[in-house]
Structures are given as structure tokens and as C-alpha cells.
């Protein structure tokens, strides 16, 4: 029973173009909602979070969307980079340790 | 190091030996987690820590695996009697009181 879901296992995008990658949950428990990105050989790197009190939060290149009632949120990146190229994890917490979902794999082609 | 260190960062095991998988947080972080990736998925949570009680154990797959922290730093994670289905990257992460989990890069434990 899958708590956090990422339905697209990949993603390409021109450089400059937006990316946007899309996560659901179904625990109605979770308040905290956490955007982390891996490279290969790398253990996960915090991103962007976003706390259920809010529906959005900006950092730079990359802001976070949160619509508890459809229970979705989704991570925009404008413009991409070749370097942002990596798999990215979405993860939830209701006062738990985080639950991760399957994880998108990006590619930003030059 | 100023990171969550994990050692080995890979381990080749035979089926049914024993392997110790060690994870130095960051320096007081009182929270530690030990998360278990397999190949197209997403890190599985297995234990988490919060000083030196484990605070909850509910994601250990069964009675082979077993993780202490007994002076509230390092820890290690525990699997006896190893199988080809325990072959996964596992992660460890620590917290502190008002931060994100930071990851280490990973312990690749291959089981042959």
C-alpha cells in the first residue's frame, strides 16, 4: 500500500524549459511534505519542503505546490539546468519518520 | 567529516553470512534513521532512533535484521543469516531538533 505516489518514473526536458514533477499521497496524517534529489552513488539531498499550513514555497529555480484536498503536490523547476538532471524522491511525515515515494528520474537535455 | 558517514560503502557477502553496516551521524543529531533502497524504488524505512532507544523498529522485514545505538552516535545495523533478497543500497540519515534528515551516501550491500 503505497502511502506516497510518483506515477511517472521519468521525465525529460529541454534545458530552460520548466520541469515539473508530480507526487500524491493518501494518508490524510501527513503535514510535512519534503523534496529530496539524488545522483547516482549519492544518498538523498534535501531540496524544498513545504508544510501543510501553506500551498506553496519558493526557493530560487525550484517551488514546491501543495493541494491537500486533491492530497497532491508538485515540484516546478524554471528554468532547468543540465545539472539538475537526477532522481527525485518525494517524501511525506505526519509526526513519523518519512515515507518516500518511487522517485522520478529527470533528464534536462542541453 | 561535517556529513552522515556511512562504512562500508560496499559489501559484498556470501548467502548466509553476517554483516555489520556502521553509520556515523552528524555530530548531535539526536534523531537516526536506517532506510533500505532497492533497484527502482523509493528508500524503505526499516528503523528509526532518537537517542539511544530505537523509537520505532516497525519497518525491520523480520527477526535476521537488528540495529543498536548504544551510546546515542554511531550505529550500526545488524543482518544474520544474509539472502540474495537483502542485496539493496541501505541509507542512513540523522536529524536534529529543528532540521532535515541529512543522508550519508550509502552502504551497497550485495549478497551473492
Known amino acids: 500500500d503505497q502511502q506516497v505516489k510518483q506515477n511517472s518514473p521519468s521525465l525529460s526536458v529541454q534545458e530552460g524549459r520548466i520541469s515539473i514533477l508530480n507526487c500524491d499521497y493518501t494518508?490524510?496524517?501527513?503535514?510535512?511534505f519534503l523534496w529530496y534529489k539524488k545522483y547516482p552513488a549519492e544518498g538523498p539531498t534535501f531540496l524544498i519542503s513545504?508544510?501543510?499550513?501553506?500551498d506553496k514555497n519558493e526557493d530560487g529555480r525550484f517551488t514546491v505546490f501543495l493541494n491537500k484536498s486533491a492530497k497532491h503536490l508538485s515540484l516546478h523547476i524554471v528554468p532547468s539546468q543540465p545539472g539538475d538532471s537526477a532522481v527525485y524522491f518525494c517524501?511525506?511525515?505526519?509526526?513519523?519518520?518519512?515515507?518516500f515515494g518511487k522517485g522520478t528520474r529527470l533528464s534536462v537535455i542541453a | 567529516g561535517a556529513g552522515v558517514s556511512q562504512t562500508p560503502s560496499n559489501k559484498v557477502t556470501e548467502k548466509g553470512k553476517y554483516v555489520e553496516l556502521r553509520c556515523d551521524p552528524i555530530?548531535?543529531?539526536?534523531?537516526l534513521y536506517w532506510y533500505r533502497q532497492s533497484l527502482g524504488q523509493g528508500p524503505e524505512f526499516l528503523i528509526y532512533?532518537?537517542?539511544?532507544?530505537?523509537?520505532?523498529d516497525s519497518g525491520l522485514p523480520n527477526d535476521r535484521f537488528f540495529a543498536v545505538r548504544p551510546e546515542g552516535s554511531v550505529s550500526t545495523l545488524k543482518i544474520q543469516r544474509t539472502e540474495r533478497g537483502d542485496s539493496a543500497v541501505y541509507l542512513c540519515?540523522?536529524?536534529?531538533?529543528?532540521?532535515?534528515?541529512?543522508f550519508g551516501q550509502g552502504t551497497r550491500l550485495t549478497v551473492v
Open positions: 513545504i508544510s501543510s499550513i501553506k
Open positions: 532512533f532518537q537517542g539511544t532507544g530505537a523509537a520505532d
Open positions: 517524501a511525506a511525515t505526519g509526526n513519523t519518520p518519512l515515507v
Open positions: 555530530s548531535g543529531h539526536t534523531a
Open positions: 540519515a540523522s536529524r536534529g531538533a529543528n532540521t532535515e534528515a541529512f
Open positions: 494518508n490524510s496524517m501527513f503535514d510535512y
